[in-house]
Nanobody
Framework: QVQLVESGGGLVQAGGSLRLSCAAS????????MGWFRQAPGKEREFVAR???????YYGDSVKGRFTIFRDNAKNTVYLEMSSLKPEDTAVYYC???????????????WGQGTQVTVSS
């Protein structure tokens, strides 16, 4: 069992930056693939980024070159560094964990409560 708590969301102007954090409690954080997803009102949940337990990283096309995912296993935390933010990045951002998780939301067993990111134009 893994509990996830996101933080770091907020209101930022277009072109700005934010860092999201996801703190995990439970056993063996380092054995989990960790993902970030987002969901805007009226839209489906969208893959943003993931990092494997082997620290390989993958990104959704809309955020490549602007977002960076990384993890600190000593702190049981995964981060999403977001830069050059655009109004279309506005969404609730969710952290997810699963031993086998890839780019699809349904593959993740554990989810945080989400944190709101709003980018003003």
């Amino acid at each position: 069992q893994v509990q996830l708590v996101e933080s770091g969301g907020g209101l930022v102007q277009a072109g700005g930056s934010l860092r999201l954090s996801c703190a995990a409690s439970g056993r063996a954080f380092s054995t989990y693939n960790m993902g970030w997803f987002r969901q805007a009102p009226g839209k489906e949940r969208e893959f943003v980024a993931r990092i494997t337990r082997g620290i390989s990283t993958y990104y959704g096309d809309s955020v490549k070159g602007r977002f960076t995912i990384f993890r600190d296993n000593a702190k049981n935390t995964v981060y999403l560094e977001m830069s050059s933010l655009k109004p279309e990045d506005t969404a609730v951002y969710y952290c997810a964990a699963d031993i086998y998780g890839s780019n699809r939301a349904y593959e993740y067993a554990y989810w945080g409560q989400g944190t709101q990111v709003t980018v003003s134009s």
